[in-house]
Structures are given as C-alpha cells and as structure tokens.
C-alpha cells in the first residue's frame, strides 16, 4: 500500500495516526513512507533502518532540512482518531496528532508537489525519537551518513502551535551527595544524618530564582529543580548517603562548561557530579535564510524550551528552528488533538517559503 | 547430640556459636538446647516452634522469668569464632559472641547448675529476635501461651557490657509527605517541585535538638531522624511527590500518644501519617525484687535506649531489664567480640541473685 499525498495534510494525517509506530515499531509505517515517495521521480530516496531520507538536488545555492519524527509515544485507548469540536474549532483528537504525525503529514504532501522548490530540500522522517538518544534515528543517521546534513538551515516539524519556535534551552543533571555516618537510630548521636545534611541543598534549591535571558532577541526561561531524592538504609539505621539530582534547564548562548561551573557555583560545598549534558541551541534568526523564513511564515518567532532534535543541526552549524501545528502542552497527553486549521496554515507557511524565489 | 552443661560458660558460648542459627535456621539449636535441658528433672520443658522454655515450680514466693534469643544476623565470615587478643584481654571473637550466644551460654550454665534457687525461674530461649515482630518467638509465646509469662521480674540476656540496662526508649516511625504538581523539567515554573517543598522539613530535623529526660533515676536520650527519604519520576519531570520516613525514639515516661503529638508538632503544616509505634519501658527498678538484683549484681544502673523485648515484659506488667555480656555497640558488627571475663562477671553476678535468700 502505499499514501495518496494528493489527499489533503489533515487526510493524510487521519491516515497515518491510524498506522500505529510507538517507538520500536515503526517498520510499517516507514515501509509506507519509503514506498510512497519512491514514485516520485525528484526525490532521490535513502533508507537507514527506520529513518527515511528524500532527497531533491536541484542544484539550487542551498539546500534546507525538513524533519519529522515518525514514532509516538504509547497509545492510551486514543488510536483511531476521531474528528471532534473544541469549543466550535475542528480538531483531529488522538495519539500521534500533536506529536507529530500532522507535521509529517505536512511533510509529506509537500515533498510530493514541490517538485521545483526554490531551494533544494532534504526530508528526513525519523524513528525513536520519544526514547533513549541512542536510538534517536536522527543520530544515527548522523554518525552513518553525515553527509546527508549538510544544508543552510533546518526545520523540525515539532508541535509549535503554528508558530517558529528558535533553538533550545540546554540540559544538564547532575547528582548532589551529602555523606555522613551509619549508626542504630536509638543511638543517632554516635552517627551522622545525611539526610539531615542535605538540608541545605534543598533550601537553595527552594530559594532559587531562575533567570530569563535573552538571545539573539527570544527570551529563554531558565531552571534549577530537584528531579529525584534518595537516602536511607533501613527504618532504625541513620543513612550514610543522600543523593539528589537536579535538573538544569539552560539559555542557549550558555555553553555546558558555563552550566557546569553555575551548577557548581550553586551547590557550592558540596559533592556534585556531572551525570549528563546536552548544549541548547542557538536561535539562528540572523541567517538571511532564516529571515526569509519568518517573513514568509508570518507571526513572531518564540523561545523553545524544551530540548529538541534542533540542538543536533545547531550543533552540527546548521541553523534550526522548530515549526509544526499543535499545542505542545498537549503532546503525550491522553487528550491529544489538533485543530485542522493549523495543520493548513502551516503547510500554507512552508509551500509560501519553500516556493518565493 | 547435647550440650555440656558442666564446661565454662565461655566454652558453652564457642560451642553454641558454632551452630549456625541465622533467623529463620534455628532448628537445629533448639533442638540441641531442648534435648540438653530436658535432662534436668528440675526444669520442666515445653517447646512452641523453636523456643524453648524450662521452668523451676518450686513454690517459691516469686518467679523471674530469664530470657535470650539464640538467632543471630546473618554469617559474614565471622564464623567459626576465635579467641583473639584485644590490648591485651581475651575475647571470643565471632557471630554471635555478643548479641546474645554469650548471654544464652550463661542462662544454660545455671538453668542446669541451679535446681534450687532462691526464686523460681522461667527461662526462655527463643528465635527470630534479629526479624520481623510478627515473627519473634515471644511474640509468638505470649500470644499461645500467656501463662508462661506471670511473673515478678525479667531479665533480658541482651549485650549491655556487663551492666544492668533499665527499660528502654519507645519508637515511632512517621511518614512525612510533600505534594506539588508535575511539570516538564523544561517549563519547571508549570508545576511545583514537590522536593522543593521539604526543604523545611529537613531544616527542622537537622535543627531539632534532642532531649535527655529522667525516669525512676536513669536518662533517656531521645532522638528525631530522617530514616528515608524518596522523591521523583523521572530525569526530565517535576516530582509531584516527596516521603521522608522519621524515626522518633521517646522516653518511657512519654505513651505512644504523647509521641504522636510530638512528632505532628514537629511537623506542622506538613502531612504526617504515623506508620508504626512501640512503647517504651519503665526501668521498673523501684521493686524490692529489682532492688536486690542491682544490689546482687553490683554497679549501677544506666538506660536502655534501642527498643528491646524487655518492653514487651513491661507491658505485660512485669518490670524487666537487660544484663548480658558484651558491647552492644558491637552486636551486628563484623567485628563482633565478647571479653571472656565479662561472661564470667555476668554468670557470677546472677548466680549471686539467684542464690542469695
């Protein structure tokens, strides 16, 4: 079987929400994706394991990404989708429709009109996104072929709400240990509590007033939050060790050693180790590329907060901004929709871009 | 196979901590102490699982009861024990040796030598003391046989470095509960951080201040602490939950009651569900029949503070207290030993009781 792409983006998006692809299991719907745009002769098709690449090489003076992941997150009673009002708008209710099959379907019925875009276009549809990194289609994609991501500027199709959603605040976690000494808790005099201990953390934590700072003009709001708590040995032992991991969410003009150094900085005294990081990204609306984009869109672009695939073409030189329809407040929620409307302002936004000369 | 009654209580400890008897594997030893005991036509022996009890009945005016657990905590190549120097003074060294097989070498010794003591005796050596309540041998006994336990006056063999330890501190165990709401790491300032929101409560536990408080002449020390402390969903969610587990030791002057009032007033403002509680117990050391012991045995009397099965002969209504050989601070050590002439001091000093008029 393969898409009728001649379908409107929300008829596609019906169709594909009803094609189940959790992450792990999206060999048939890339099947379909990959047999669908084989027909069309000016687009020159890729495959690596779940992630499909399609290509134009008009020659043009550059070339842009547009990316859409394919998988969802679990389905909770909320496949097949189904048409309902919200307040009096249309929307498409169900999982996979915010996040981000109604992007992909955008996607994907501009893939197949826009045989002569004015600038050469490299899609990727990508698998295991909403898991481990290590599975991310996109990563290993581009450790297989990082040829393929070479380009000027690059579009992710997330759920924006309609609107250009610029780069990304960073992530770091780090584990905060308090030590202390193990005894009876009848006698708690002859040991050390480190729970006790770690008292002052959280009252830092607690007190702690994150900061928005401004990049590249978008406002990108900061945070410094406990994500996890751990101590105790047994109900009448005095713990030896707590341990807590905090979580922080950084503005994109800071680089990881700056996020180190404040995260140090603010757990001053005591043990912390670095457990993971990732840079944000910048949000690369400088470019004239980028420019354009946002003139031909229309509306303002946002800060993103979340981490997205972004930081990997931002990391990699390539400019990146997210652009899709849905409220991303909604994505992994059991309530789960789309206004219809969106789905066609956006793909209006991209085709008025990806046509002007 | 039975014990040999006549050797050194020392000699009757190495023996019997060479019969593994780890909670729950107590058979074994039961079985070599009932068929020994049952060899005495003075002592009339009934068994109820793995607990032994052999009892004096002759008619004296008063009856003790004298009792030790014969399980130990698990084995950590520490058996089979060995006699070892420590600057200088000969201790037993080993599994056992101090919480209690040193104590339960004692009690055998006399329970053969002593037909006709000055008062009756109920002696009792029973299982699973290091586990569960609901499994201690008894708990079990007194719920099966209550009758067993009318008597004047307790001893319990527990270590207490050859002193006599008067009744003991209560306990109580409380959860402390933090809720807020869960968010996306990235847009923390959606949801409230439930860890956060115990910073106060870790404040007031390392700031608490714990009181010595006075029963019948011997000093309580209380003490407040967290025992536990659990919190978080995942590495990129705003924990909506946080549970600290307090462990509250009290005097037995305060009830179970009091202690609960304590622990919410410690805790105000916050949501507190008490999960567990034990009453202490009077040092009872005021009785004439406690009297002479303390005069028999010598020294003074000090307090008890980790919670023993002497509460439970408390509630019961028979004043009970802990003489055994051994530092307590050693029991459940790896490096457990006992000094061999404190369990000659502690067979001297109860024989003297028990056989002064």
């Known amino acids: 079987m393969v898409l009728d792409l001649t379908a409107s983006s929300a008829d596609i998006a019906r169709v594909i929400c009803g094609i189940p692809s959790v992450s792990g299991s999206e060999a048939v719907l890339a099947d379909e994706i990959e047999q669908t745009v084989s027909a069309y002769p000016h687009l020159e098709v890729t495959r690596h394991g779940n992630t499909i690449v399609a290509r134009t090489d008009l020659g043009r003076p550059q070339r842009v990404v547009i990316a859409g992941h394919i998988d969802t997150v679990p389905i909770n009673g909320n496949v097949p989708t189904r048409d309902i009002d919200v307040d009096g708008v249309p929307h498409l209710w169900g999982r996979g429709t915010v996040d981000m099959k109604a992007g992909v379907a955008v996607q ?58 610029g780069g990304c605040n960073g992530t770091m976690r780090a584990v905060i240990r308090t030590r202390g000494v193990r005894a009876h808790s009848a006698r708690s005099w002859v ?108 509306g303002e672009a946002h800060a993103k907060y979340g981490w997205t695939d972004v930081a990997r073409f931002s990391a990699m030189g390539v400019p990146a901004v997210n652009y899709g329809p849905g409220d991303p407040h909604l994505a992994h929620h059991d309530e789960e929709r789309v206004p219809l409307a969106q789905i066609d302002e956006v793909e209006r936004g991209l085709r008025a871009w990806l046509t002007a000369s």
């Open 108 to 165: 994907l019925k501009l893939a197949a009109e826009l045989s002569a875009p004015a600038v050469d276009i490299t899609w990727m549809w990508y698998d295991n996104e909403e898991v481990d990194e290590s599975q991310n289609g996109l990563f290993l994609l581009a450790s297989a072929r990082p040829d393929l991501f070479a380009a000027d500027f690059a579009i992710l199709g997330e759920p924006s709400d309609g609107c250009v959603e």
């Open 191 to 298: 040991g050390e509590n480190a729970i006790h201990g770690a008292a002052p953390i959280l009252t830092r934590l607690a007190q702690y007033r994150a900061r928005e700072i401004t990049v590249e003009g978008l406002g990108y709001r900061e945070g410094l939050n406990a994500v996890s708590i751990h101590g105790g040995v047994a109900g009448n032992v005095i713990p030896d060790l707590c341990e807590i991991e905090v979580n922080y969410r950084f503005a994109p003009s800071k680089s990881v050693a700056d996020a180190e150094a404040h995260v140090r900085a603010a757990f001053d005294g005591f043990e912390v180790e670095i457990t993971d990081a990732a840079p944000g990204a910048r949000p690369g609306l400088d470019a004239p590329i980028a420019q354009r984009f946002l003139a031909a869109v229309g």
